[in-house]
């Protein structure tokens, strides 16, 4: 049973989530502000934390920038409908996924079970084998990378972008493939959420020896993941 964290300050929706979360398998602890969120968060004993971004005093934005500070643990977070800016912030910041309010209970659902399989993923069929391109070293069982043998600090999700690159290095792989085996769902129209996962990892990797970035945007299509 993953144990999750909910973190909103519309007590009524927290209820309501939490009845039906539990329903589906899943074990809740609820908070309803942005210290807490980040005290329990970083505790070490939950799977995944479900974070609303409208909070009074600290809001959700700056609870997951404090989160990341000191963790990688999985954020799903709850945006309103339409808001685009808190939406592209919370990606930047290092947020997996979000969701847009009001949601689908069953919705939410698939899309924390989508993020906690690319967190804890099936090693069989050789999945688990040691990944290198270039600079690049992915090992894929212990979730971890690294560049030129320096370690990366990757989210769950921009692991999972990384390693389909990787597993395809040197091809071009359109933004609806990444979407759906990096963040679990098909992108929808005008999602940015893969530009700002692959800005994130750009930032974090190194270039290579000409000054290129080792990720290549392919224009109107998706992204390459090159070694020299």
């Known amino acids: 049973m993953s144990k999750l964290l909910l973190v909103d300050d519309d007590i009524e929706l927290t209820n309501m989530l939490r009845e039906y979360l539990e329903r589906e398998g899943f074990s809740i602890t609820a908070v309803h502000d942005g210290e807490s969120a980040v005290r329990e968060a970083l505790n070490g004993d939950y799977a995944l934390v479900v974070l609303d971004v409208m909070m009074p005093g600290m809001s959700g934005i700056e609870a997951l920038s404090r989160i990341r500070t000191h963790s990688q643990i999985p954020v799903l977070m709850l945006t309103a409908r339409g808001d685009d800016i808190d939406r592209i912030i919370g990606l ?3 947020a997996d996924d979000y969701v847009p309010k009001p ?5 939410l659902a698939a899309r924390i079970r989508a993020i906690l399989r690319r967190a804890n993923p099936d090693t069989a069929n050789n999945q688990h084998e040691p990944l290198q391109v270039g600079g690049l070293t992915l090992l894929p069982e212990k979730r971890q990378a690294s560049w030129q043998n320096q370690p990366l600090e990757l989210t769950s999700t921009e692991f999972n972008l990384l390693e389909v690159l990787a597993r395809r290095a ?3 792989v359109s933004k609806n493939d990444l979407s759906t085996h990096g963040l ?4 929808t129209r005008y999602d940015r959420s893969i530009d ?3 800005s994130s990892i750009r930032h974090k990797l190194g270039n290579l020896p000409d000054g290129r970035s080792c990720i290549q945007t392919i224009r109107g299509i998706g992204y390459q993941l090159v070694g020299e």
């Open 184 to 187: 679990g769902r098909t992108l």
């Open 103 to 107: 949601c689908m209970p069953r919705e």
């Open 92 to 94: 930047e910041l290092g």
């Open 196 to 198: 700002v996962h692959m």
């Open 170 to 172: 040197g091809q071009t």
